[in-house]
């Protein structure tokens, strides 16, 4: 990568124009950092929901009148079960304020979080002679 090259200009000469401010933000990109200050809330609230990626966050409610539109929109996406991660990338907001609003409405009792479905790592062996039998009669 080359480095840009500085321009001389003479005393006369009008400062060059700066790019318009209404260009739109480059993918990951947030104009305005302090907004997400805004959608976190004040921080003095307890911050203790163990939340993971893997989460999954279902509704327990429908978004009452006091809900920020983040948290309404939290809401609505979680008629069905969404992990945190899921939740993060349809909202496009950061894992941090996405927890920290989780949190909030975790403790408000809106939603509900439960611990990511884990499979077996051993198969049950009565299970696999039930279907290996069943096969057999076929």
Known sequence: ??????????????????????????????RNPERLFVIGGEAGGERAADLDLVTLIVARAD???????????????????????????YLSLPYSVVAVLLTDLLAAELVQARAPIVRQKVADRSLLEAVMHGLQKL
């Open 1 to 30: 990568m080359t480095p840009p090259q500085r321009q001389r200009r003479s005393p006369g000469q009008p400062p060059a124009v700066p790019p318009p401010a209404d260009t739109p933000p480059k993918e990951g990109e947030l």
């Open 63 to 89: 978004p009452p009148v006091s809900a920020t539109p983040e948290q309404a929109a939290v809401l609505r996406l979680c008629a069905a079960p969404l992990s945190v991660a899921e939740l993060s990338a």
